[in-house]
């Protein structure tokens, strides 16, 4: 089984809608990430969590929201979508305790807004 | 402000040597990561580098300089699966800065 899933794995939305992507773990670590990609662009970080009370915005979370409902579980928010938030959205964790603070990524999440 | 820079796309030839290499300009510096994404696919983790010098896993070796900001991806034996984006990104403060990635494309 892997280690960080992802849902949906496709989505295609209307301009105005909630929606919502869910994240959820096995490994028990206390950090996960919220990732956007796109093309010819790097990851940019829109929130990060470092354990189910802290709750941080990244470098884009204009638009977004998020709620760590337990230690293995971190949801991403639109609550308006529109359509430059078309990207591909990747959830990651971290063990900080391990030698190096490598994060590991989901499958990702294909969101487009029309 | 922070800044990763990684070239946009290099070409090789299937059994030849590439290096792909990355210069940052970050506030903070706890170690440099090297992944590998496929297309459509998520990154997966390839090297980490926190000392300066050179890290060798089987095909795959990089390289950390800290004094220059700078580190290189070393990729040997090239084989067509090696097609792929590979990102380098920087720990800083425990967050990481992403480069855009380096699109690779091996002809045969």
């Known amino acids: 089984d892997a280690d960080v899933t992802q849902t949906p794995r496709n989505r295609i939305t209307k301009t105005g809608k909630r929606i919502m992507l869910e994240c959820s773990q096995t490994?028990?670590?206390?950090?996960m990430y919220w990732y956007r990609q796109d093309p010819g662009l790097g990851l940019r970080l829109i929130y990060y969590?470092?354990?189910?009370?802290?709750?941080n915005k990244g470098e884009i979370s204009d638009g977004y929201s998020v709620s760590r409902q337990a230690q293995a579980k971190f949801s991403l928010s639109l609550e308006s979508a529109i359509p430059n938030q078309t990207a591909l959205y990747f959830c990651?964790?971290?063990?900080?305790?391990?030698?190096?603070?490598?994060?590991?990524f989901g499958p990702g999440t294909r969101l487009t807004v029309l | 402000g922070q800044n990763i820079d990684q070239p946009t796309e290099m070409t090789a030839t299937e059994g030849a040597i590439v290096q792909i290499n990355c210069t940052y300009q970050?506030?903070?510096?706890?170690?440099l990561f090297w992944y590998q994404q496929h297309a459509g696919e998520a990154p997966t983790f390839l090297s980490y580098?926190?000392l300066d010098g050179l890290e060798e896993k089987g095909r795959f070796s990089s390289f950390l300089s800290r004094s220059k900001g700078y580190s290189y991806l070393l990729l040997k034996e090239l084989q067509m699966k090696d097609s792929a984006s590979y990102l380098c990104?920087?720990?800083?403060?425990?967050?990481?800065?992403w480069g855009a990635g380096t699109k690779l494309i091996i002809k045969p």
């Open positions: 990651a964790i971290m063990d900080p305790r391990g030698q190096e603070d490598t994060q590991y």
């Open positions: 490994k028990g670590h206390d950090r």
């Open positions: 969590s470092f354990d189910v009370k802290d709750i």
């Open positions: 970050t506030s903070g510096f706890n170690g």
């Open positions: 580098n926190v």
């Open positions: 990104a920087v720990d800083s403060n425990y967050q990481l800065i």
